[in-house]
């Protein structure tokens, strides 16, 4: 990652945008009604967004997300630690914020900080992500 990435990631992650986004998603995990409304305002987000080479790249990874934060909601899916869950439930609540440390009404500027942690958290999810991916597979397989 350069060194702008890593300051503007460095920035987000310290600003009280992405610390109330963290707040909040602890209690979103015990509101799975609340948890689904977010995944909608997620998926509308990413699919209202133009194409564009960058996008293109992160969004069927924001809807493999998506997909595992509603079996995990649903109680389906649980092999994903504590923490993973609430970090990128935090990212997409600061995703769908249209206040945080980039305004998305600042042309082009509002969504790359937006961008940013999305891609940060889901590359730190890795493995796990994987994992749900091959789960999600199987159960496809299987009915």
Do not use: C, H
Request: charged share 20%.
């Amino acid at each position: 990652m350069d060194t702008k990435k890593t300051n503007l990631l460095e920035q987000i992650l310290a600003s009280v945008f992405y610390k109330k986004a963290q707040g909040k998603a602890g209690k979103m995990m015990q509101d799975s009604s609340g948890l689904l409304n977010l995944l909608k305002s997620v998926f509308n987000k990413i699919n209202g967004e133009g194409g564009g080479s960058s996008l293109d790249g992160i969004r069927a990874k924001v809807t493999s997300v998506v997909s595992l934060i509603k079996n995990y909601a649903s109680g389906e899916y649980r092999d994903i630690s504590a923490g993973s869950i609430i970090s990128v439930v935090a990212a997409l609540i600061y995703f769908v914020s249209p206040i945080d440390f980039i305004p998305d009404f600042i042309p082009m500027l509002g969504f790359a900080d937006d961008l940013a942690l999305l891609t940060f958290v889901i590359s730190k999810l890795g493995d796990e992500l994987e994992k749900f991916q091959l789960w999600e597979m199987n159960k496809d397989l299987n009915n």
